[in-house]
């Protein structure tokens, strides 16, 4: 593999995968509105969120609720994804009770959740404060899509229609219905079934991750799989603040006391994976990604994970499989699938299918954290092309440092 690539593709991925872990996946981004209040109430005035700046204009308001096909609210948060034109306009997090909100049009942040599996979470501010005013009139959400993709769970698509000179837009109640066949799940069993004061601490803990307050969130957690040791979500979240944290060997433990306590539960195998990715553990991650493959072939992230790993193990094959199924799912909120797949083509000297990857990502992530230095390979790819009549050689570019 020529150098430039192989740096190119190790700084970009392991920072994807740092984000990924981080807690702000869970919708507790410093700076992110929660979402509505209990019983999915319509919003209140947003006289609140006045501000002289000509970006910052009375915010549109998207929001519903999610509930188990028994009629119970969901135990644990989940993602929720509003699209237009396929692209992520927003990523966020319900919370507690199932509640969702999506704030649209009040400034550069808005609710986005800056963390969830969203490529444009290390975006700059002026680009995600670009994304939120342009769908501030209510008239340019027609035709745009609520979607919730939870692992183990029929996905679930609401399109928005009669958004003419509306403040607010009411998806209504949506019912999570399991997958027959598939036995894994992105909700544990155990949550359904834990006592009241565990369950009363997980809340407290989830309450302290989404204002960022790890410390006060590990108590409470602790407190939580103390009183009861089966709390699978419990032992995912600790695992995660311990991943945050680079506490690797504690992050270990509590991902395989969450295996342990709920097999079927897919989250810990993926954050497991991303551990062992990010420790420069490729065959461990495999295997991880490969295990919540096997409890729900559809899980896009673990596709994704699994690809990388191969990528880094010179898989090429077994990487661009992965990548390929991960691409056939709702990868919408991983656009950077494509520029994996661009790495493999090049490592391949498939310059063709490299560039079409690119132009791909570049459709679909138009102002992502890596659409300048993609153009910037396309343009190198697609010039040399041309000097040589069709066949290229790799582009020398030189790769540019991480942020962080």
């Known amino acids: 593999m020529n150098s430039w690539l192989a740096r190119l593709s190790v700084a970009g991925w392991l920072i994807l995968l740092i984000a990924w872990i981080s807690w702000a996946q869970k919708g507790g981004a410093p700076g992110s509105r929660s979402p509505t209040g209990s019983g999915g109430a319509a919003p209140s005035s947003a006289g609140s969120n006045q501000s002289s700046s ?93 979607q919730v993709v939870v692992a183990g769970y029929q996905p679930l698509s609401k399109t928005l229609t009669d958004t003419v000179a509306v403040e607010s837009i009411d998806v209504g109640t949506l019912v999570l219905t399991p997958v027959a066949g598939v036995s894994g799940s992105a909700i544990s069993v155990t949550s359904l079934q834990a006592p009241s004061n565990a369950r009363k601490e997980f809340d407290k803990g989830e309450e302290e991750i989404r204002s960022n307050q790890l410390e006060s969130a590990t108590k409470h957690l602790n ?51 991303t551990l062992e990715l990010q420790a420069g553990q490729f065959e461990s991650a495999v295997e991880m990604a490969g295990r919540a493959l096997e409890l729900h072939p559809g899980t896009v992230s673990a596709s994704f994970l699994q690809a990388v790993a191969n990528f880094r193990l010179h898989r090429l094959d077994a990487a661009e499989k992965g990548a390929r199924d991960a691409e056939k799912g709702l990868h919408q909120n991983i656009p950077q699938v494509h520029l994996l797949l661009a790495d493999i083509f090049l490592t391949k000297r498939d310059y063709s299918d490299a560039a079409e990857q690119m132009r791909t990502y570049l459709k679909e992530a138009p102002q992502g954290q890596y659409a300048s230095q993609t153009k910037q390979r396309l343009e190198q790819i697609e010039k040399t092309a041309a000097d040589v009549g069709g066949t290229p050689t790799p582009p020398q570019i030189a790769p540019s440092s991480p942020d962080r």
């Open 223 to 273: 407190k939580a799989v103390a009183e009861y040791d089966k709390y699978a979500a419990a032992w995912n979240d600790l695992g995660k603040i311990y991943s945050t944290g680079h506490q690797t060997e504690n992050a270990r433990q509590a991902f395989t006391k969450a295996m342990t306590a709920d097999p079927q539960y897919i989250p810990p195998y993926v954050n497991l994976a």
């Open 54 to 146: 000509s970006q910052m204009q009375n915010p549109l308001f998207v929001y519903g609720r999610l509930i188990m096909e028994s009629g119970q609210p969901l135990p644990e948060p989940v993602s929720v994804s509003l699209s237009c034109e396929a692209r992520i306009v927003q990523i966020i997090q319900s919370d507690l009770k199932g509640n969702f909100q999506f704030v649209l049009g009040a400034g550069p942040q808005a609710n986005m959740d800056m963390g969830a599996q969203n490529d444009t979470s290390d975006s700059s501010p002026t680009g995600l404060q670009e994304r939120s005013s342009n769908f501030a009139g209510s008239s340019r959400l027609s035709g745009c899509t609520v």
